[in-house]
């Protein structure tokens, strides 16, 4: 069975190499117009034809998921709208760090047991988590619909605008479609599903529920309510400060149930000798390289762009940094012109450019 996030980054080939194609996949998705709610009977079409069983085979899955896949027009795209989406949000994260979640061609880290690792299973997790209840919602996948708020059927809250994303379908279908024994057999095995768990627990408690009134003029005669996620931005800066605070775990032989659990030691001059990790902890088994040089982690630090005042010290990693000038173009001497719109010039400034050096 394939972890999760290198499942996910087998889509990335066809989404990444440039911006253009990135565009594409956006207006093949019609991610721009996409409305939530579309008329009745009329959900957005998925991939027509026998297309989506092409698109299931190009994935790299288990033939268990390919089945799953097969059986469900929509969901090869949204697998792949959620790999998207969860290496967007870990680069967003990422973008002042020393490893910048560049992973073009270095997966190496995905086999290892490192804080970074742990984030990438927590991301792709709750990112698909995420992309599968906004597919329901949107009308997007034939075997779910809205999420189930009580009194509410599909057909009225969609003509109402009012369709919540489907969490409990989308977890309930994550779980099945990673497999009911994910590895419970060693430590890497153990953390890995830990993660998983921490990303989809983080999607959980962004769900918050939205009422609207209908009736004459507001009159507010019905109320309907429904369950609406939080933006995925929310969620991965959630699982950053995870990250920030991980807790290094080893493993240890629970001899009442006879299996392996994880174990945090307990830190210096505590008075326990160690804990379980909470059900929201990101954990990790190895400390991190420094990702100053190229490896097989990360291409190194060389020619980030820095800030002097805040992070070239750190992220150049003593190697010292160069400075270039460059012209910026702003708007300036902005005047109201009656009636009524504003008129500015065009200033130049100066500004400089801080990189890190080889
Ligand atoms: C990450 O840093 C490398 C240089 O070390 C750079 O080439 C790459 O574009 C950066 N990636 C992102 C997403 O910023």
Redesign the pocket.
Known sequence: LPPLPSLLLSFLPPILPSKVSLLALSSLTGRQVLTPFPGLGTAVAPAQGGAHLKQCDLLKLSRRQKQLCRREPGLAETLQDAAHLSLLEC?FQ??HERW???LEGRTGLLKRGFKETAFLYAVSSAALTHTLARACSAGRMERCTCDDSPGLESRQAWQWGVCGDNLKYSTKFLSNFLGPKRGSKDLRARADAHNTNVGIKAVKSGLRTTCKCHGVSGSCAVRTCWKQLSPFRETGQALKLRYDSAVKVSSATNEALGRLELWAPARLGSATKGLAPRPGDLVYMEDSPSFCR?SKY???????VCSREASCSSLCCGRGYDTQSRLVAFSCHCQVQWCCYVECQQCVQEELVYT?KH
Not at 298 to 304: D, E, F, I, L
């Open positions: 680069q990422f973008r910048n979640c560049s190229p990360s291409p190194g630090t060389a020619g980030r890190c």
